[in-house]
């Protein structure tokens, strides 16, 4: 136990708590067959890719990526390495791109995801399936570093849009 006082002219202080391990909610269940691992990304949506990749290369002398079109997602991805993590900068590819609906709500762009990688893909969707949380597609698809991607609904995610990706 660490633990110390304070004295003041009166009284003791303690300026030290034991730290408390706490137990898990769901004793006797087993633990996820899957692990989170770390932040691969955060993706911003962009009204405009050009401007956007230039201020984080030329004012913030960042490393960008070169654009990468991904129609099967509708999008246009750059990718702004921040050695700990990326951005993810997103532009609409076609009509029909998710991205040109969220800057249709969000004029000037904002963040829309974050993605975070797991160790096994298939059984973090069959579990967290099994607790309820809603996917946005039936089956993981192929993201932007090609590998296995799924979505989490929002609604499910305290309204974010978390993107799982097989690391």
Request: some cysteine; aromatic content about 4%; glycine content about 8%.
């Amino acid at each position: 136990s660490v633990t110390g006082l304070l004295c003041s002219s009166h009284r003791a202080v303690p300026i030290f708590r034991r730290l408390s391990v706490s137990k898990p909610v769901a004793q006797g269940v087993p633990g996820p067959i899957w692990k989170l691992g770390r932040l691969n990304h955060v993706a911003i949506a962009v009204p405009d890719l050009e401007k956007a990749t230039s201020l984080y290369r030329e004012v913030l002398g960042a490393r960008v990526s070169e654009t990468v079109p991904l129609p099967e997602h509708g999008v246009y991805t750059v990718f702004v390495e921040l050695g700990n993590t990326k951005l993810e900068l997103l532009h609409p590819l076609g009509e029909k791109s998710p991205i040109a609906g969220f800057l249709q709500k969000n004029k000037a762009g904002g963040m829309h995801h974050i993605c975070i990688e797991v160790d096994d893909i298939n059984a973090a969707i069959m579990d967290l399936k099994a607790k309820k949380i809603r996917t946005l597609s039936d089956e993981p698809r192929i993201g932007a570093h090609g590998k296995p991607v799924m979505f989490l609904h929002p609604k499910d995610c305290d309204g974010v849009l978390v993107e799982l990706e097989q690391a």
